[in-house]
């Protein structure tokens, strides 16, 4: 089994859609992360979720929100997507915000 | 201003030889961890480090923590192409922030 999976792994959307990436963990951790990687390979944190404790990262646009059904899930939704939007996403997960992370394979987001 | 930088940002080598990859900061962590990143996976975890002046091998992997615990590198001995990924190093603190990563490529 996965220990945590993202799907769609590719998705090609036109500018002004709006978009959702799912996010599952079989882990049974308490904290999940989201991560934009962009064509320089950096890793940049977009949002924990902790506990039902959201920190999210001020630079992230309001058009992106993370959603939490229940613990083993975090789902990113994408509101009116832009051209720089596109990049690869990463979800993540961790026993505690201080323990390791595991990742998922990522989404390449194309936005055209 | 990035909390953790890494140093060579690119490296290709040919198999057999040696390398190191540098993660320094002018703060001071409690622990640091290494990732590798192969082409269209995410990250995997290699390495935990703790104690200042600590040094721990995996194979042909051996990483260390400097003494201050404001920096770390990862030496690999004989690199073979299999080693070809994004090394990153990270801090955890609120949240896990990753350098800015070394993508290195090895020749056969």
């Known amino acids: 089994d996965t220990a945590v999976s993202q799907t769609p792994k590719y998705l090609v959307t036109q500018m002004g859609n709006d978009k959702s990436i799912k996010c599952e963990q079989n882990?049974?951790?308490?904290?999940m992360y989201w991560y934009k990687q962009d064509s320089k390979k950096f890793l940049k944190i977009m949002f924990s979720y902790n506990n039902k404790e959201l920190i999210i990262n001020e630079t992230v646009p309001n058009r992106f929100s993370p959603k939490s059904p229940d613990k083993a899930h975090l789902n990113l939704h994408i509101n009116s997507l832009e051209l720089g939007d596109s990049a690869v996403y990463f979800c993540?997960?961790?026993?505690?915000?201080?323990?390791?992370?595991?990742f998922g394979q990522g989404t390449r987001l194309t936005v055209v | 201003t990035q909390l953790l930088e890494q140093s060579p940002q690119f490296l290709s080598i040919q198999e057999g030889e040696n390398l190191t990859v540098y993660c320094n900061s002018s703060?001071?962590?409690?622990?640091l961890q290494w990732y590798r990143q192969e082409p269209g996976e995410g990250p995997v975890l290699l390495v935990t480090v703790v104690t200042g002046g600590e040094v721990k091998k995996l194979k042909r992997l051996t990483f260390q923590f400097g003494d201050a615990r404001k920096d770390s590198s990862l030496h690999i001995t004989a690199a073979q192409p299999g080693d070809t990924g994004l090394y990153l190093c990270?801090?955890?603190?609120?949240?896990?922030?990753f350098g800015t990563g070394t993508s290195l490529t090895v020749i056969p």
């Open positions: 882990l049974g951790h308490d904290t």
């Open positions: 993540a997960s961790s026993p505690t915000p201080q323990g390791v992370a595991f």
């Open positions: 990270a801090w955890t603190g609120n949240q896990f922030y």
């Open positions: 703060s001071v962590f409690s622990s």
